[in-house]
């Protein structure tokens, strides 16, 4: 084998191990306490709490990015923990849960029902599971704070989002 040829097949390795030691999935944020839809329901009607749905997927590079640069921040972790039951869905997951109506889904099909086509996708719900609002995308810290004061404030009961952010920007 020729050098550059040599130097060529060296290079490919590292780059196939470097990409096998990342992570290839975003899981939830570290930190959080997320717990499955179904459980999150129960937690929600109990603590009288809204619901957090955060909706990833294997692989999702956006959802790694949100993660380590929003969810990394103090006041948005003390602010989600306090005020929300969080929940975290695989939007291409078989593992499956239960609906309020005793229904048997899959997180992928709980996906489809919310249309988490493109992740990370939140969706923030009342605590009988009634949607709020919700959006697709890499967010910032500004930006999960900011939809917090929405949903905690009940800025929602007198406007919709796309308001609110225009009038807070």
Known sequence: MNSNLRSLACGLILCLAAGLASPLQAD??????????DEGLK??????????LYFG?????????TNQLAF???????????HY?????????????????GERITEMELGARFNAFATPLFA?????????FKIAGRQTAKDLVAFDRFV????YKKKDIRQYLSEIQ
């Open 124 to 132: 923030f719900l009342e605590k009988d599971g009634a949607l709020i």
């Open 72 to 82: 990394s921040d103090p006041e948005v972790r003390k602010r989600y923990t306090a």
């Open 152 to 155: 905690h404030d009940g800025i």
């Open 85 to 101: 039951v969080l929940v975290y869905a695989d939007a291409e997951s078989g593992s499956r849960l239960s609906l309020p109506s």
């Open 43 to 52: 937690r929600a009607r109990t603590e009288s709490k809204p619901l957090f």
């Open 28 to 37: 939830p944020p570290e930190h959080y306490p997320f717990v499955a839809f």
């Open 57 to 65: 997927r294997f692989g999702c590079a956006w959802c790694d990015i």
